[in-house]
């Protein structure tokens, strides 16, 4: 099983519409989940970090489901803008630094 | 602060040729992560130090690849010698221990 695997997409969607992504990560041992956004040819950039309680930041709203072991990531009212790859993210845990990628689900929004 | 900086954005290197990427980490911050990203495999982290410390390398490839950060405000990443396959984008990251890492621009190697 991969450490953290994710649907690759592409998911083409609407301008205006709400779209999901899920992701599953193997290590229990992790504590700390993120998700990153990366545009074409740039490097990845923090979107929000996801707490066990749910957490929202405008139109975009992150889940954690400790017990199934997977992260969840809905963004409202989706703008031309939000299309990118975006990569779900979780530390390796155990006190051992670094974050563990996945490989990303590319969104596209179109007009 | 102006984040993490990477040099040189762009390498293009012949085969055999030896191959040095720098970062330059966010001051403050006491980790620094060098990840290599492909269309195949993705980010996989290769390298991290702790306070300049390296802490885990098995990520990296293979004997080709060594990684060093002689001080806090400095880290080089050398591939010799570089062959094709070691093609990718290369980032450099930093974060205080524990939480979000924050990214490099990359550096774009290819390596005919």
């Known amino acids: 099983r991969k450490e953290v695997e994710q649907d690759p997409g592409p998911f083409n969607v609407p301008e205006g519409a709400t779209v999901a992504f899920n992701c599953t990560y193997s290590?229990?041992?992790?504590?700390?989940f993120f998700w990153y956004r990366q545009d074409c040819r740039k490097e990845p950039k923090l979107l929000m970090s996801?707490?066990?309680s749910g957490n929202e930041d405008g139109r975009f709203t992150a889940q954690l489901n400790r017990a199934s072991q997977y992260i969840s990531l809905l963004i409202r009212d989706s703008k031309l803008s939000d299309s990118a790859t975006y990569l779900c993210?979780?530390?390796?845990?155990?006190?051992?630094?670094?974050?563990?990628f996945g490989k990303g689900t590319h969104l596209i929004i179109q007009p | 602060d102006a984040g993490v900086i990477q040099s040189p954005r762009h390498e293009v290197t012949e085969m055999g040729q030896e191959v040095t990427l720098r970062c330059k980490p966010i001051?403050?911050?006491?980790?620094l992560f060098w990840y290599r990203q492909t269309m195949m495999r993705g980010l996989e982290l290769l390298i991290y130090f702790n306070n300049n410390v390296p802490i885990d390398d098995s990520g990296m490839p293979e004997d080709r690849f060594s990684a060093k950060m002689p001080n806090a405000s400095f880290s080089t990443l050398k591939i010799q010698p570089s062959e094709p396959r070691d093609s990718a984008v290369y980032f450099c990251?930093?974060?205080?221990?524990?939480?979000?890492?924050?990214f490099g621009q990359g550096t774009r190697l290819t390596v005919v």
């Open positions: 290590n229990s041992a992790s504590q700390s």
């Open positions: 001051s403050g911050h006491n980790s």
């Open positions: 993210v979780v530390n390796r845990g155990g006190g051992a630094d670094g974050l563990t």
């Open positions: 990251a930093s974060s205080r221990v524990h939480t979000e890492a924050f």
């Open positions: 996801v707490y066990s």
